[in-house]
């Protein structure tokens, strides 16, 4: 069974920074890519940053010069350090794994994390 856990989420004051933390375990022999997803409170999901094997990087104009993601592959464990927090960035935020493929298997799947909340006080 493949599991995602994040970890890292917090209170912080604006203008601080937290760093998320993602796993995957389970038997992994690839992902493609990674990424960090947010969902406020009334909003849908949408994309913060992703990251492929490659280490090609895609980032939601909301959060580019403050947000950094990188990837560890050989962990397959993802980060995002997180700058300058505004209280806008208030969020649950969820770990993505797409295109991932368990040993033994040639079908790729999506998997999600559990979501951390990261809360930004003004």
């Known amino acids: 069974q493949v599991q995602l856990v994040e970890s890292g989420g917090g209170l912080v004051q604006a203008g601080g920074s937290l760093r998320l933390s993602c796993a995957a375990s389970?038997?992994?022999?690839?992902?493609?890519?990674m990424g960090w997803y947010r969902q406020a409170p009334g909003k849908q999901r949408e994309l913060v940053a992703a990251i492929t094997s490659g280490g090609s990087t895609n980032y939601a104009d909301s959060v580019k010069g403050r947000f950094t993601i990188s990837r560890e592959n050989a962990k397959n464990t993802v980060y995002l350090q997180m700058n300058s927090l505004k209280p806008e960035d208030t969020a649950v935020y969820y770990c993505?794994?797409?295109?991932?493929?368990?040993?033994?298997?040639?079908?790729?799947?999506?998997?999600w994390g559990q979501g951390t909340q990261v809360t930004v006080s003004s």
């Open positions: 993505n794994a797409d295109g991932l493929i368990r040993y033994g298997s040639t079908w790729p799947l999506d998997y």
């Open positions: 389970g038997s992994i022999f690839i992902i493609n890519a």
